[in-house]
């Protein structure tokens, strides 16, 4: 409100509510009684406020609370004893206003005004003056009864009637407001301040289409008036006329810069509705730079970043908002749910249960804790905090599906470990597993009816099929639970239709697509498959942002992914493939509009009579592997179900989990970690890929083609299929005489790489080594001097800094080799990095920005730097050397896992001798160096090593080889012992882009 009353800012966003209205209530009339009777001191006052979550809580508890009926004298009573205690205005002022209103409904009351004069030329400002003075002493009644005495007296005085709306909108009578206003407005039509105010007064009653026609008139009178233009935006906000919300925000912001509600206000448009969370966090950060102290903003920010998939950001800005306002729910609840995506499943817990203890309605802390308490297993607990959560909502769906999950992974019905009263709505449902979950569906369906919650009956009626569906795999009469699906799918088509909800229906497409492919019902599929394109196409079309559009595509890559399926359902190789590809490349484009993605002619550019090109591709039920050789008038390929590799990875990753170093530091090669599980299995479980991607039946194929492209898809990037094509591992038949093998994220990566291909390496080729910035790894030192050995002016960096690094970067070099360690970040793959020195660290989201084209090979001697994201379309090839290669670099050597040193050091060193000295190609200069450490034994490294420590000249370097030598020649070991021959040694390295030549 614009006046004499309020010259605060109005704010938008929701006030603190720490208890209950009820048990607000009850603590008030202790107060009441505390301080009237009792004679409460301070500290016992200040004690009790603070019990409701301070005095914030308690003011907007006092402006929603029902007062009728309630005793003003003694309420003002109360707010003349609070106006003393230090630190409680906002909660006595409030109660001043309840005071007011209170004294206005006594109808029977006398009105007597002695300050008025009967002189119908009265002073409208003294009186106008007067009034305020009666307020600001909490004589309400005394001020609005000037104010209207004095418009019987003067009715074309427009101040008074102004004055008079302004009071009224205190005492929140928006409509006695407005007919003041009004009044204002007959006798003063441009009063720029009148529109406004009753602009104000009909967005509080909802009336925001009317609210917008005063905005606009005040805006006609002064167009700078950004408090005009603000509330304009909130009014199209309530609309849902978003786009034009943000307009009117950003001309607020324009006339206003540091109006920081109108940056809040802009960032939750964004966050909440837009989904432009890059947009909404910068608008949040502006909003803090001007007002650091709201915690309000910082717990806005702390939603936006967890949006974003930011957890750790989430929750330091979650905690900024406790330190500020500790009371506060909600950035409790955002700091569980940040906690629960990283997996810190206990913690998320403690903050559900805190968030619950400041706000126990809260239904959807409820149903976060349930979920928690079920990723640990603790399946009876999580479905007593859901029913919490349905039985303080009844119709919220999500609920009712997320029991429905817990009730179906729960053994058998038995008493939780928990304190909380079973919930009478869900009280008499006993069943576990796939019965019980069927019963958990079909009771919410009854709070959620087809007429009344046509989203809600559709959701659930979708995710019972689902359920009915994935139980039939595991079961003989599997066409059965896949009849039952189909019926569920077909009925929440009633209400899930692509006018009022496309985004629900196109997930419901992909479900029936599936069904129908396992029913052979493949030109039904095919008829869900083509309208389901219509409509993703139909939403990027209506997408008003790039950011808008990568959600999108995020949301539905496994929908394209599905469309592959069908079209080999339909015996179309060629165009599952080049779909595929598209799919790839469109992510690698960063979803651009018209991603360049090739045909099938284009495709076989890179294949040759001796070159094969193996890509594959998961979706959610099919793996599907694509071998494309020259001549070949359609791709061959393999289809089979993609669960037992889904289960294997399963395996895979949880055991490499257990092994994987917590922390930054250097792998160790331990008795412990040798004897770990994943390495002791790993040959073992590499043949069982083998098997499972039919890597035998493929060699088959490739007995002529000594080198292979490899392309591979989602999962398949982070494993070794390389070695799967190595004699003993996977390809049986005594494996393949040599597999020279690349890797690409795309057939169009590749295809880029060769046109035009870049120059030859020169003759005195330089290098920039970045050589162990830690200065923790001996081996290190040994492989970086070596291989500079090689080169006549090397340009090295020791104690690299971040600065220094991108310096060097940025002169021209022709190789990259850098020795020391790298971090994978699985929930943030693009803040993967290279560790420099002390804290300093280069990552894969400023690699990605430079410039490496003059770069031929760059060489990441570390462990993990070819591991990609996998969580989204958007992850799926995001580490640090899709990194190199989007900065143009020509060739990357990376890691799969944690390597180990001195093995690392020797492989580097005979690749580059290979490589570098006897003219080998890349790709081939690898396999070599890999087949050399697998096979080379004791003895012959040491003979190895002598010849190498006579080529060094420093003679630390060369002890350190020495010393090494002598450990292997007085070594007890077998003569045909071959210490590096397991793959966990060798198997790690792969060569991505580069192209065979």
Not at 208 to 228: G, R
């Amino acid at each position: 409100m614009f006046g004499f009353f309020n010259r605060q800012p109005r704010r938008q966003s929701e006030p603190v509510q720490s208890l209950t209205d009820a048990e607000y209530g009850v603590l008030f009339e202790q107060l009441l009684a505390g301080v009237l009777v009792e004679g409460w001191d301070e500290a016992r006052v200040l004690a009790l406020v603070a019990q409701g979550g301070g005095v914030t809580g308690w003011a907007a508890w006092v402006e929603r609370w029902d007062w009728e009926g309630a005793d003003g004298v003694r309420l003002g009573q109360l707010v003349g004893r609070l106006q003393g205690v230090e630190g409680l205005d906002g909660l006595w002022r409030g109660l001043e206003k309840v005071v007011a209103r209170l004294v206005l409904a006594d109808k029977g009351r006398a009105v007597e005004v002695e300050t008025v004069s009967s002189d119908s030329s009265l002073d409208a400002d003294a009186v106008i003056q007067e009034a305020v003075q009666y307020f600001q002493a909490g004589k309400y009644q005394e001020a609005l009864d000037t104010l209207t005495r004095a418009v019987e007296i003067a009715p074309q005085e427009h101040k008074l009637w102004y004055i008079r709306g302004e009071l009224m909108s205190v005492f929140k009578q928006y409509e006695e407001a407005i007919v003041s206003y009004d009044k204002v407005l007959e006798i003063k039509p441009d009063m720029h301040e009148a529109w406004l105010n009753r602009g104000v007064a009909l967005e509080k009653l909802g009336e925001n289409e009317e609210a917008i026609v005063s905005y606009d008139k005040a805006l006609e009178i002064k167009p700078d008036m950004h408090e005009a233009w603000f509330g304009r935006g909130n009014a199209l906000k309530n609309l849902g006329r978003y786009e034009e919300a943000i307009v009117s925000f950003e001309k607020t912001i324009e006339i206003e810069p540091d109006f920081y509600d109108a940056w809040n206000s802009k960032g939750i448009v964004l966050c909440d509705f837009l989904k432009e969370y890059e947009n909404a966090l910068n608008c949040f950060g502006k909003a803090l730079q001007i007002k650091m102290d709201d915690y309000v903003v910082w717990s806005n920010q702390g939603v936006v970043l967890e949006h974003m998939g930011r957890y750790k950001e989430a929750i330091a800005s979650s905690k900024k908002a406790i330190d500020f306002q500790p009371n506060f729910f909600h950035p409790w609840s955002i700091q569980g749910t940040s906690l629960s995506a990283l997996g810190r499943y206990e913690e998320a817990i403690a903050s559900f249960d805190k968030t619950l203890e400041l706000k126990l309605d809260y239904y959807k802390a409820w149903l976060n804790r349930g979920i928690n308490l079920s990723a640990l297993g603790r399946y009876e607990e999580a479905i007593a905090s859901i029913d919490k959560a349905v039985e303080l909502k009844p119709d919220y769906y999500k609920a009712w599906n997320d029991r429905a999950i817990a009730v179906y992974s729960a053994f058998e019905h038995r008493l939780a470990f928990t304190n909380l009263q079973p919930s009478a709505i869900t009280l008499h449902l006993t069943k576990r597993g796939y019965e019980g979950s069927i019963e958990t569906y079909q009771e919410g369906l009854k709070y959620c009816p087809q007429a009344t919650h046509p989203l809600g009956w559709g959701y659930l009626m979708h995710w019972m099929g689902k359920r009915h569906y994935d139980h039939g795999k595991t079961q003989p009469n599997r066409e059965t639970y896949n009849l039952d699906a189909l019926n569920c799918y077909t009925s929440a088509l009633q209400t899930l239709t692509p006018q009022n909800h496309p985004t629900e229906h196109l997930q419901l497409l992909q479900d029936l697509i599936k069904v129908h492919l396992a029913l052979g019902n493949r030109d039904t599929a095919q008829d869900h498959q083509l309208a389901g394109l219509e409509i993703l196409k139909q939403l990027l079309n209506a997408a008003k942002s790039q950011q808008q559009k990568r959600r999108i595509e995020a949301q539905f890559h496994s929908f394209r992914q599905l469309t592959v399926d069908v079209l080999l359902e339909n015996h179309q190789p060629i165009a599952a493939l080049t779909s595929a590809e598209l799919n790839k490349n469109r992510c690698l484009a960063i979803l651009a509009n018209d991603p360049v993605s090739p045909d099938y002619k284009q495709i076989q550019r890179l294949v040759t009579a001796d070159t094969t090109l193996i890509a594959w591709h998961l979706s959610a039920e099919r793996l599907t592997t694509f071998i494309i050789q020259a001549n070949d008038p359609e791709p061959q390929y393999w289809v089979q179900d993609v669960q037992p590799f889904l289960d294997w990875l399963k395996d895979w990753d949880t055991q490499y989990t257990a092994y994987r170093p917590k922390e930054k530091k250097a792998p160790d090669d331990t008795p412990t970690k040798q004897a770990h599980p994943w390495r002791t299995g790993m040959a073992e479980r590499l043949t069982k890929l083998a098997e499972i991607l039919q890597i035998p039946a493929i060699a088959d194929h490739l007995t002529q083609t000594p080198h292979l492209i490899l392309v591979p898809h989602r999962d398949l990037h982070r494993l070794p299929l390389h070695a799967l094509f190595t004699d003993g591992v996977g390809a049986t038949k005594g494996g393949l005489p040599r597999q020279d093998v690349v890797y690409l994220p795309s057939i169009q990566t590749g295809l880029n790489l060769q046109t035009p291909p870049p120059p030859a390496l020169p003759t005195n080729p330089t290098i920039l080594s970045i050589e162990n910035p830690q200065n923790n790894l001996n081996f290190a030192h040994i492989e970086s001097a070596v291989i500079n050995t090689r080169f006549q002016h090397p340009t090295h960096l020791t104690a690299a800094t971040h600065t220094q690094t991108l310096t060097a970067l940025q002169s021209p070099h022709d190789l990259l080799h850098f020795t020391g360690h790298a971090a994978y970040n699985s929930r943030q793959p693009a803040q993967s990095a290279l560790a420099l020195q002390a804290e300093d660290e280069l990552t894969a989201q400023t690699l990605r920005s430079l410039n490496l084209s003059p770069y031929r090979l760059i060489y990441l001697a570390a462990c993990e730097t070819a591991l990609t994201g996998q969580s989204s379309i958007e992850d799926e090839y995001v580490g640090l050397v899709s990194a190199c290669l989007q900065a143009h670099a020509h060739a990357v050597i990376s890691t799969l896992w944690t390597v180990e040193e001195i093995s690392s050091a020797w492989l580097a060193i005979r690749f580059y001798q290979l490589w570098l000295d006897e003219k080998l190609p890349m790709a081939q200069a690898l396999h070599q160096a890999q087949t050399w450490l697998r096979t080379i034994t004791d003895s012959q490294l040491a003979a190895w090593l002598e010849q190498l420590a006579q080529g060094v000249e420093n003679p630390d370097t060369r002890n350190l080889i020495t010393d090494e030598m002598r450990k292997l020649e007085s070594s007890s070991r077998l003569e045909s012992s071959c210490p590096y021959g397991h793959p966990y040694y060798w198997a790690a390295f792969t060569l991505t882009g580069g192209i065979l030549r």
